[in-house]
T-cell receptor, first 118, second 116 residues
Framework: GAVVSQHPSRVICKSGTSVKIECRSL??????MFWYRQFPKQSLMLMAT?????????EQGVEKDKFLINHASLTLSTLTVTSAHPEDSSFYIC??????????????FGPGTRLTVL | AQSVTQPDIHITVSEGASLELRCNYS??????LFWYVQSPGQGLQLLLK??????LVQGIKGFEAEFKRSQSSFNLRKPSVHWSDAAEYFC??????????????FGSGTRLSIRP
């Protein structure tokens, strides 16, 4: 399957600072990527849909000014958590949509980024 | 609105025994269904998916799932589990879209433990 990477794998930051997480499609181009958040022992919650060259679409309840998403190229989407606070501590996972010879896409997931805000 | 229910939070089976993980979905149109597996601290790996055709879908690692429209179910099965199958399993449903990305919703997950 397609490979998606995330960087960094884990990050610890102080409250009030901003953190950028990168999501890359390594062997394919992805016009659409997704960002999810996962709390311990819980499911994945979709935060936003990131489309290359256009503004991200955020899910209800997700603060777009807090979670800035940029999809500047067909292989890279970034999520910036601005002015992070301890309640933003979570596991952030991205995915990228791939069309594999069919007319429907499949999402492949990155390994995730563990964010801890002190 | 679409939703996914995984009624079993935690299942323990003996190594070599058969496995069935339950998944029920609610969706008004043609669903696009997935099973993903997540090892601790890792991202998700796609086991299999279904959107049309044969309702019995074969996936990786010896897993299969059967789509039953009348029961709104997409249960995951494996005839003989291995200790390495211990993980969290997520069922997911999306809107079947052609030529545009499908947004998917995840179930709450089922944690699988393997008894030696």
């Amino acid at each position: 399957g397609a490979v998606v990477s995330q960087h960094p794998s884990r990050v610890i930051c102080k409250s009030g600072t901003s953190v950028k997480i990168e999501c890359r499609s390594l062997d394919f181009q992805a016009t659409t990527m997704f960002w999810y958040r996962q709390f311990p022992k819980q499911s994945l919650m979709l935060m936003a849909t990131s489309n290359e060259g256009s503004k991200a679409t955020y899910e209800q309840g997700v603060e777009k000014d807090k979670f800035l998403i940029n999809h500047a190229s067909l292989t890279l989407s970034t999520l910036t958590v601005t002015s992070a606070h301890p309640e933003d501590s979570s596991f952030y996972i991205c995915s990228a949509s791939v069309w594999e010879g069919t007319s429907v896409d499949t999402q492949y997931f990155g390994p995730g980024t563990r964010l801890t805000v002190l | 609105a679409q939703s996914v229910t995984q009624p079993d939070i935690h299942i323990t089976v003996s190594e070599g025994a058969s496995l069935e993980l339950r998944c029920n979905y609610s969706y008004g149109a043609t669903p696009y269904l997935f099973w993903y597996v997540q090892s601790p601290g890792q991202g998700l790996q796609l086991l299999l998916k279904y959107f049309s055709g044969d309702t019995l879908v074969q996936g990786i690692k010896g897993f299969e799932a059967e789509f039953k429209r009348s029961q709104s179910s997409f249960n995951l099965r494996k005839p003989s589990v291995h200790w390495s199958d211990a993980a969290e399993y997520f069922c997911a449903v999306g809107a079947l879209k052609y030529s545009s990305a499908s947004k998917i919703i995840f179930g709450s997950g089922t944690r699988l433990s393997i008894r030696p």
